[in-house]
């Protein structure tokens, strides 16, 4: 997880770049044992979670947006410098006192959709962003943020759709290989594998990212093609809470691999795997929210 620009697509980058994300944005840094920011959200498993506190990226966007309050541009710098320390609920409520004075900026409505789903509001995702993908039909953000608003309410078939328009407006390989990931796993969920085995023709041996982030994706569609084992995939999971960049890599993978399991009727091994997952800390990760849902329905379904 994963946006309102390339980089608040991937839960590494927070920048303001128009183009896509992969999952939420994460926490700058190395936070502190015991460095904790405002509470955020309950999980669907019952678990506090937290941001953390402001950085002095929070601090210099906040002091330019009090100069120039109803500068669009600049509520989606803090918005954007907030979920960057995992303050989804600060960032979606920036973004609500910014649409006040301009309701159909897509770039803004992108930015809330974004920030609900990490939230794990996705109806109130869905909603602003197909909004803003009315608003804005070549807005790649837009459908890629509701594709994952519908598949994490378990509308698959409605989220291959979103991933679809989303994967018609790709322009370059990294985000071919991000939207391709997501149909495919979509189509898969719908139960509509000939459709996606289709959608891995595109993606070429000869492929390669340029994200850095992009990498886990390309992956794992190469262990759908069956050209990479799960063992080949799949990192090792970290062993300190503070490296960031090894958790959103287990994160991204863990899940795909357990999805993988999962569709492909091996539910135990799956639910070993998303278990996995959400031990970590990085809660605003596509990965996280993922195994997080499916734990949540196993939950429910073995009541």
Known sequence: M????????????????????????????????????????ISKLG???????????VIEARKKLAAD?????????????????????EAVATCTKGLAAAPNDVDLLVERGHREVGLREFAAAQR???RAATLGPKKLAAFYHLGLAHYFQGQFAEAAQAFRKALALATNNDDVIDCSNWVYVSLRRANQPKEAAVVLKRITPEMKNREPHLAFYLRLLRLYQGAM??????????TSPNDVEAELAYDTVAYGVGNWHFYNHDPRRAEELFKQVVTGDAWNAWGFVGSEVELARMKAAAR
């Open 2 to 41: 994963r946006i309102v620009g390339k980089a608040s697509r991937y839960a590494v980058i927070a920048a303001v770049a128009v183009g896509l994300s992969a999952a939420p944005v994460f926490g700058a840094a190395k936070a502190a044992p015991g460095d904790r920011g405002p509470f955020e959200l």
């Open 47 to 57: 678990r506090k979670l937290y941001a953390l506190p402001d950085d002095a990226a």
């Open 69 to 89: 309050p109803k500068n669009p541009k600049l509520v989606l710098a803090l918005s954007v410098a907030e979920a960057g320390r995992k303050q989804y609920r």
């Open 128 to 130: 602003d962003l197909q």
């Open 229 to 238: 084992t799960e063992q080949q995939v799949l990192p090792p999971k970290p």
